[in-house]
């Protein structure tokens, strides 16, 4: 005799998010919960010099650029029940005059940094790159500290498509802040002054 083999209902935020400790870093990919595990040192350093990088040039906005909100390990719920806990994300104060907030937030970025590690990228490459795209993430970058080289993506009609691929430099621009130079080299501990 045959018998049918009940599979487990997909996850959601109420029922396995919503009572979990704020510092849980959980995500709901694919109607499945994942542990994001937590950063290595290199990794953190990156976050940290990044947010506060981008943070520092372009939370006001200048020049007739937008401003940005920027925000650094938060639950964003990209569709009803697929939670992602992006490295850092970025949204344009034109598309949103109001910061972002909520547990989850549900405002769409207009841009994702994902720092790859050995635990993480292909989830960061696949799944979670694909969702990106199906939400209408504009711009999606991809920092690999191993081989010390970031990657800029921007969403176009077939997925993302490649836009910039730089190394540790210390004036490079960068979609979608191409308009004032980024010190890369930070994001990969590089000091001011050193070679990278």
């Known amino acids: 005799m045959n018998t049918a083999r009940k599979l487990p209902a997909p996850a959601t935020f109420a029922d396995d998010l919503a009572s979990a400790p704020e510092d849980a870093r959980l995500e709901i990919i694919g109607g499945e919960v994942f542990e994001k595990e937590t950063a290595s040192f290199e990794h953190g350093d990156c976050q940290l010099a990044l947010g506060e990088g981008l943070r520092v040039r372009f ?7 937008p401003g ?36 989850p937030v549900r405002a769409r970025p207009d841009w994702i940094c994902e720092i790859l590690s050995p635990s993480t990228a292909r989830r960061d490459l696949g799944e979670k790159r694909a969702a990106y795209a199906a939400a209408g993430v504009e711009f999606l970058w991809f920092i690999n500290l191993e081989h010390r080289t970031l990657t800029a993506l921007r969403l176009g009609e077939q997925g993302y498509v490649l836009v910039q691929a730089v ?5 490079a621009r960068v979609p979608p802040f191409e308009h004032a130079d980024l010190d890369v080299g930070l994001f990969f501990g590089v000091e001011p002054g050193e070679a990278g």
Do not use: Q, T
């Not at 939370?59 to 650029?65: K, P, T």
């Not at 850092?88 to 972002?100: K, L, Y």
């Not at 190394?167 to 004036?171: N, S, T, V």
């Open 167 to 171: 190394g540790p430099e210390p004036a």
């Open 68 to 103: 940005w909100w920027f925000a650094s390990e938060v639950l964003i719920e990209l569709f009803p029940d697929e939670i992602y806990i992006p490295d850092v994300a970025g949204w344009r104060r034109d598309r949103h005059p109001e910061r972002p907030s909520g547990r």
């Open 59 to 65: 939370r006001r906005g200048d020049d007739g650029h």
